[in-house]
């Protein structure tokens, strides 16, 4: 009874504090924030679920980003899956091909994320998804800043060389 109450109180306070954060974070992807709602609800619903199954040295507000990021890509990816040839004779043609290279480009940032070392995309991830501060992260991952300062430069090094053939439209968006 004990271990399900703190469980509970887990779970509530993160839900509480990162709801909001979570569902905007999906909102970037698919541009749904009603449908983002969704998928934050059936994260921490899953979450719920496997919480007593999680190492205990997990970051529970980390992998929750990143089920979230990574749920919104499904969503994305089953979205296209659903798009029949009815629907799609009803969408209009795209008068540009910013929409495209957006789309392209999103699934090129997944790609090169993930190709990121594991400490380096979690430092990466917490830098630029959780908005933390390089002193946040050191005492988070109980790592030096020097250090997150070294996996943050590598993760830039890493996605700038993935991404190059996109910096001239990061530029025209002001990303880069």
Excluded at 4 to 27: D, G, Q, W, Y
Excluded at 93 to 101: I, L, M, Q, R
Aim: proline share 3%; aromatic share 12%; charged share 30%.
């Amino acid at each position: 009874m004990h271990i399900n109450t703190a469980k509970e109180e887990i779970v509530e306070t993160l839900f509480r504090e990162h709801f909001e954060p979570m569902c905007r974070l999906s909102a970037k992807y698919i541009y749904d924030f009603d449908s983002s709602k969704d998928i934050v609800h059936e994260v921490f619903t899953a979450f719920w679920q496997k919480i007593d199954s999680l190492p205990s040295d997990t970051n529970y507000k980390s992998y929750l980003y990143t089920a979230v990021r990574n749920k919104s890509f499904n969503y994305l990816r089953d979205q296209k899956k659903h798009l029949n040839i009815v629907d799609a004779e009803k969408e209009p043609a795209p008068k540009t091909s910013d929409g495209v290279e957006v789309k392209e480009l999103s699934r090129e940032i997944e790609y090169a994320l993930n190709l990121l070392p594991e400490k380096c995309k979690e430092v990466f991830e917490l830098s630029r998804f959780e908005e933390l501060k390089y002193g946040q992260i050191a005492e988070r991952l109980s790592i030096s800043v020097k250090t997150v300062e070294g996996q943050m430069s590598k993760a830039l090094r890493l996605l700038r060389e993935h991404l190059k053939e996109f910096m001239t439209f990061l530029i025209f968006l002001g990303l880069a």
